[in-house]
DNA sequence: GTGCACTTCAAACGTATGTTTCAAACAGAC
DNA sequence: GTCTGTTTGAAACATACGTTTGAAGTGCAC
């Protein structure tokens, strides 16, 4: 039994055992039982429960940067100077992520899923670790957000990016128990892809929403500051 | 010392560490030892962990059900018959958040990031507890989200509630540590008023939506079906 | 003051965790 | 075949967890 198979039979495990229970829920007898491999094989394959989170959001996220950086690249090339459009790059994004080769068909949504726990989880190290290795296209894509919306203060700005973040890491995080709601009450099936393909507008409109809205409705009570 | 100090000084503790930390990482010995009571107390007062965590969610949503309850009555007597609107719907919902009296100036912010917990980690009794004693609210709530967005498809509602439920839950989590960022990038000071009043138009904007989006902008490779 | 219900306390229990150890098994080079 | 570096295996380690126990302390009615 080659090295590699062992590391990776535990990576797989890891991830969707990550994926269904989050980290700190998720004992490494869990994985090492799911994998079939020995308790110890983690430890000495990784040398920590660390440093196996960070492997398997390394597996996922360092050749999806990649995709990514070349889609930024292609889409600032056809629009030759000019800024790409909000919706031009937050289909960039998604369509990053939709294309990125998959080891199975739940590939995706395991990841989004793991994204969204690594966001709202308080894993330090993890945070730390992600900031470490992909600020890059992380800078790159609030860039080209910004320039996409130069109607918007700083602040404006700002905020609505927080939103987005938001309704994207939570959808996302909870995206299989969501499709299973939407299974059972109406019968519905739902793809990753469509997820994504609702989420963009309703993300676009948002972003720019023009805000009439800082005074309170009529017949409401409180004024907002 | 009478048993409700103990018993407060309990819940305060686990309400801030629960935020802080999330539910599995936080510890009966962290708890209790920054409520500075015995460890044995939780159990003797409460029962068990879990009874713990379904206490601290009672004490914020038991009155702010209450509240919100006659938040909508108000609204659907003002508009005698006709169904609210969205912008007023959502307004009757976050004033009702932001009236709670607190218990210190975080108050919100603390509740807001453990419903987004609750929501995000897979603590399957806490979602029955909040499901069986709160349903009427929010079943209330999305009946009045749905006669507001009469011209949106049943999956195209339960999405875009899921997305506002999304960035609500992730801002609010997080809105200590992003007014930090804000007030040290841009200087600015910021209010959860403030907050929200900038939440409510990106989500009315974004539940609005025109779909026009189904289908990728021109140049994208990737047709969505 | 005595009795009684309630509350606190220190200590222990059983279990589960991440990690380490060290011998056994293995693979490839010579 | 023998040696060498790498990988696996079963067992143990130390630690942390939620929970339980039983004695000590407390306040109040009588």
New interface residues.
């Given amino acids: 039994m080659a090295q590699s198979d062992t590391v990776d039979r535990i990576l797989d495990a890891a991830e969707e055992l990550f994926a269904?229970?989050?980290f700190?829920?998720t004992s490494l007898r869990m994985i090492t039982s799911k994998a079939k491999v020995n308790l110890a094989a983690v430890n000495y394959h990784f040398g920590s429960k660390n440093a196996l989170i960070h492997a398997v959001f390394a597996r996922f996220l360092t050749p999806f940067s990649a995709t990514l950086e070349n889609a930024f690249d292609e889409l600032e090339e056809?629009c030759d100077g000019k800024p790409p459009?909000l919706?031009?790059t937050l289909?960039?994004l998604t369509?990053s992520a939709?294309?990125m080769p998959q080891r199975n068909e739940k590939g995706i949504s395991i990841f989004m899923r793991l994204l969204?726990?690594a966001?709202?989880?308080?894993q330090g190290h993890l945070r730390k670790f992600l900031e470490q290795e992909y600020s890059e296209p992380f800078s790159r894509f609030m860039r080209l957000l910004k320039e996409a919306t130069p109607q918007l203060s700083?602040?404006?700005r700002?905020?609505?990016i927080?939103?987005?973040?938001?309704?994207?890491?939570?959808?996302m995080?909870?995206s299989d128990?969501?499709r299973d709601i939407?299974q059972n009450?109406?019968g519905?099936e739902?793809?990753i892809?469509?997820?994504?393909?609702?989420?963009?507008?309703?993300?676009?409109?948002?972003?720019?929403?023009?805000?009439?809205?800082?005074i309170?409705?009529v017949?409401?009570?409180?004024s907002?500051?």
Avoid: C, H
């Fill in positions: 269904d229970r989050g700190s829920e056809r459009t919706n031009q289909w960039a369509e939709v294309r969204g726990l966001y709202t989880q308080s700083s602040v404006d700002y905020w609505r927080q939103f987005m973040l938001g309704a994207t890491a939570f959808t995080s909870s128990a969501l939407l009450k109406l519905v739902t793809t892809q469509e997820i994504a393909a609702r989420l963009v507008p309703f993300l676009a409109a948002g972003m720019q929403a023009e805000d009439a809205m800082l309170p409705p017949g409401s009570k409180v907002v500051a």
